[in-house]
């Protein structure tokens, strides 16, 4: 059974910088696995931050970003908000199904 | 705009079934799939399958292989997923959620709460 791991809770500070990553069981991840980003905050349903590793939908703020760092997708916040308290969840990409991490709750503090 | 508009909330004995919609508006119907997405009180996101509403094939994940069933109403933009054998621990909240082909997801429906409780 394929396993997508995030680190269960970050904190950081308001204004700094702050790495979420996901990683796949199976080894490392490319963009083959097309990482989606979700961010979800308390009684709402969650909304994409990124797609297909790096990019942006209209709505995603230009402080969020996506890539691939040492095997892992990894999503940054730099100039992390107040409002960015949530919970972040990973989605990968298995061949026709579709696996999600286990979220990482980040806290601004 | 776009918008996934999901039907409403649920409650359901063990062993029942349940079906969840979710009306698409908005753009072409067929020019994405959808999928289904739920989240148990105080859980993670569990991807449960998709539909390709061009042709309605569908991909479930292992894990409701056999139980769940998705469909959809082209002449009303309407996908659906019916869950059956119901049991506590799928008491969740069901979203919708569209992704055009390649891994873009973007918008998703506002959630169905469904309750399993005797």
């Not at chain 1, 997708?73 to 199904?97: K, R």
């Not at chain 2, 776009?2 to 072409?28: M, N």
């Not at chain 2, 049991?87 to 918008?107: H, I, L, N, P, Q």
Request: hydrophobic content about 30%; some cysteine; charged content about 15%.
């Amino acid at each position: 059974q394929t396993v997508v791991t995030q680190e269960p809770s970050l904190t950081v500070s308001p204004g700094g910088t702050v790495t979420l990553t996901c990683a796949s069981s199976t080894g490392a991840v490319t963009s083959s696995y097309m990482p989606n980003w979700f961010q979800q905050k308390p009684g709402q349903a969650p909304r994409t931050l990124i797609y297909r590793t790096s990019n942006k939908h209209s709505w995603t703020p230009a402080r969020f970003s996506g890539s691939l760092l040492g095997g892992k997708a990894a999503l940054t916040l730099s100039g992390v908000q107040p409002e960015d308290e949530a919970e972040y969840h990973c989605l990968l990409y298995y061949g026709g199904a579709w696996v999600f991490g286990g979220g990482t709750k980040l806290t601004v503090l | 705009q776009v918008q996934l508009v999901q039907s409403g909330a649920e409650v359901k004995k063990p062993g029942a079934s349940v079906r969840v919609s979710c009306k698409a508006s908005g753009y072409t119907f067929t020019t994405y799939y959808m999928h289904w997405v739920r989240q148990a009180p105080g859980q993670g996101l569990e991807w449960m399958g998709m539909i390709n509403p061009t042709d309605g094939n569908t991909n479930y994940a292992q894990k409701f292989q056999g139980r769940v069933t998705m469909t959809r109403d082209t002449s009303t933009s309407t996908v659906y997923m019916d869950l059956s054998s119901l049991r506590s621990e799928d008491t969740a909240v069901y979203y919708c959620g569209r992704e055009k082909a390649g891994g873009t997801f973007d918008y998703r429906g506002q959630g169905t709460l469904v309750t399993v409780s005797s």
